[in-house]
């Protein structure tokens, strides 16, 4: 833990703050703190940032009601730089998007699997159908096809897993992870609202612990 007299800020008194989601770690918004606003941020437990262009506080969500849940501040080697981990309420960006990185500039084509860049596919393939496509196949169908390979999927784990035999288990599983993600995508349902479902069962949970210890 450093302590807040370490953070150097600029010549306005600011210090620029990254916002990523504690769960996925995907960036959501970038935007400065002066002292004051980190303050409050620390205080509340919500991200309170400074407007340049207003010259003056904002807490986060105030208005539109998307707070951001403070789990972490980290400062960068230099001291001049905050990454804030939050749990959000809803979309970072003003224009209504999760995150206000959304507009690519350069694309190597990293090949690299993501949960997040599998999502992101599986909602192209379902508001852009492509012929073709299996995953278009199945929100073509529609749910109960959804559902029924869920099931057909969820036994073939079973199976392997019976069997012992690791290698057919871990393939199984990934099928049944992919048609699953499937089904969150056909419902609605993000991987942050796992995440967060998971993250308040873990905190229920310690929270018993510490009960029984007193």
């Not at 199945?138 to 392997?160: H, P």
């Not at 992870?177 to 905190?203: F, P």
Request: charged residues 30%; contains cysteine; negative net charge.
């Amino acid at each position: 833990m450093i302590d807040l007299s370490e953070l150097h800020y600029n010549e306005d008194g600011l210090i620029p703050a990254i916002v990523v989601d504690a769960l996925s770690n995907k960036v959501l918004m970038q935007a400065y703190m002066n002292e004051e606003s980190l303050k409050i941020s620390l205080k509340k437990r919500l991200t309170c940032f400074y407007s340049r262009s207003r010259k003056k506080l904002w807490l986060k969500g105030e208005t539109s009601g998307n707070y951001q849940h403070i789990v972490k501040i980290i400062a960068d080697c230099d001291r001049d730089c905050l990454l804030v981990k939050v749990r959000a309420d809803g979309p970072a960006c003003h224009l209504g998007t999760q995150s206000c990185f959304e507009y690519p500039l350069f694309d190597a084509g990293d090949p690299s699997f993501t949960y997040e860049g599998l999502m992101d596919l599986l909602k192209g393939r379902k508001s852009d159908p492509r012929e073709g496509s299996y995953t278009s196949y199945l929100f073509e169908k529609g749910l109960d096809k959804i559902l029924k390979k869920i099931g057909e999927e969820s036994t073939e784990v079973i199976i392997a897993a019976k069997a012992q035999d690791r290698k057919e288990t871990v393939y199984e599983i990934a099928d049944l992870a992919y048609h699953v993600m499937v089904l969150m995508t056909e419902a609605g349902i993000s991987l942050e609202d796992i995440g967060q479902e998971l993250a308040s069962r873990h905190v229920i949970d310690k929270k018993i612990k510490q009960e029984k210890m007193t």
